[in-house]
DNA sequence: CAGCCCTGAATAGTCATATTATATGACCCC
DNA sequence: GGGGTCATATAATATGACTATTCAGGGCTG
């Protein structure tokens, strides 16, 4: 049995979660214009079939991402988007849900590209002999050769998130564990298993961020993790033009 | 009347929302252990004497923010802080009236410093008319000389978001607008209206940005925000090494 | 004796209904 | 026309009942 739950993607089994998640998402496609009001409470009720204990417990998920806001009298009205907490598990998972367009694939690399060479030097900067050690293993287990494409992204996902945790930054550690989720799901199209040389390229690239940060070299660290970073998007952008270009034919 | 409810530290005035502040203050105390259980449903209706409805909105509140889990027969449970949004308005709120102490602060600079001059680069490189337009009409508000220290707190927020949309990246904005909203109550402690010569070289390090956003110069733009958030950082050391001296006498 | 299954109890999840609080917009008085 | 007041719509809160899930322990079975 597949451990999907690490990416958030698959369980929603509460009713109030899968309705979560599907107001959360139709929000997401921006069903629902910012400034507007959500359908009224009897009107959602009515829709999903649920009493309004749920229903209140929904929308209150909803405000506490950022999404809308109740007042009394009048209504539960849609947040401007600048409000919306996409540095949630749950609105990245269905953002991913719904589909990863070059947009926001093009939006998620760039604050990868901010962020994680930061977190590098810092990791690089404090290195602990634990943290060192953890990466290592971490790399041990992205090199083994018999992944799936799902049991690798996994051992990727750790891996950087253990260089949020080295980087000693808990804000930065907090934001590594969302964004990799949804990398993660981006290896469902296109992953460095496909490819033996990918894949070596892959684990040494990733190898030799630990050997900075281990070095305390923070500039190459960085340095290193740009690399792997951009590695991985130039595989996904050669994988869509080839999806695309069988999809003219 | 003030407008504080910007600042998102103010209101709070709903019974759930002032229990889920309380609770979700207690939890970044470190107060309930990660892994262990909550205090049961009725342990925390009877403390905070609600009804059901109520304590069931603000635990869902409360995971919603990924602080807690509940599961059936099993209670409500502690999550690693690793899931917890820090990256959440209400979350960051509440970290702030817990106190700014140096280790949070010095973990908020590294990821402004990584993730602003990233914006600005970006705001360079997609400069628009109309958002060149907003960015100096923030600094017209910034370089007024009546401010008290809110109001410029707020005009310097409004730039820095300013700042997150014309980098044209959803996410950056999103960010920017919950990391400034600290900062901004960092401005409680020392402001640079405070001194006439501070608040002349906090507005030109702000123009000197637009300047080089407005002529598409990416790493001028970058180093410009940079050299912001150090005069920043510098003014709170300082204020803070003098209000440490005077405690010692 | 070991392993499995069944059952019971604990706990959160869901439901239905009633009451209260609050913001809005209209109305009225000045 | 400005400001206060009131009716009303809507969410907020309260309450009590019932349901579903899952853990733990005991008993059955091999």
New interface residues.
């Given amino acids: 049995m597949p451990r999907l739950s690490r990416l958030a993607l698959e369980r929603a089994r509460s009713s109030?979660d899968q309705i979560a998640a599907i107001l959360g998402t139709e929000l997401l496609r921006g069903a629902y214009a910012p400034g507007s009001n959500m359908p009224s409470e009897p009107e959602l009720i009515e829709r999903f079939q649920v009493s309004r204990?749920v229903m209140?417990?929904v929308m209150?998920?909803?405000?506490?991402?950022?999404f809308v806001i109740s007042k009394t009298r009048v209504g539960t009205r849609v947040r401007d988007?600048?409000?919306?907490?996409?540095?949630?598990?749950?609105v990245l998972a269905w953002r991913v849900r719904l589909g990863l367009d070059d947009e926001f694939m093009k939006?998620?690399t760039?604050?990868r590209?901010?962020?994680e060479?930061?977190?590098a030097a810092?990791a690089a900067q404090r290195r602990s002999p634990t943290d060192v050690a953890r990466l290592r293993e971490c790399v041990r287990q992205m090199a083994r050769t018999d992944h799936t494409r799902q049991s690798f992204a996994e051992a990727d996902l750790d891996f950087h998130?253990a260089i949020g945790?080295a980087?000693g930054?808990?804000?930065?550690?907090?934001?590594a564990?969302v964004i990799e989720t949804a990398l993660v799901a981006s290896f469902a199209h296109s992953s460095p298993v496909d490819d033996p040389a990918d894949h070596e390229a892959t684990v040494n690239g990733h190898a030799a961020i630990v050997d900075a940060i281990e070095t305390g070299e923070e500039q190459a660290a960085a340095d290193a993790i740009l690399k792997v970073i951009d590695i991985g998007v130039n595989r996904i952008d050669v994988t869509r033009k080839k999806q695309r270009g069988q999809a003219k034919k």
């Fill in positions: 109030h204990t209140r417990e209150k998920t909803l405000a506490a991402k950022g988007p600048v409000y919306w907490n996409y540095f949630d598990a749950d939006s998620l760039e604050v590209r901010s962020l060479p930061a977190a810092l998130l945790s980087s930054n808990p804000l930065m550690r907090s934001m564990s």
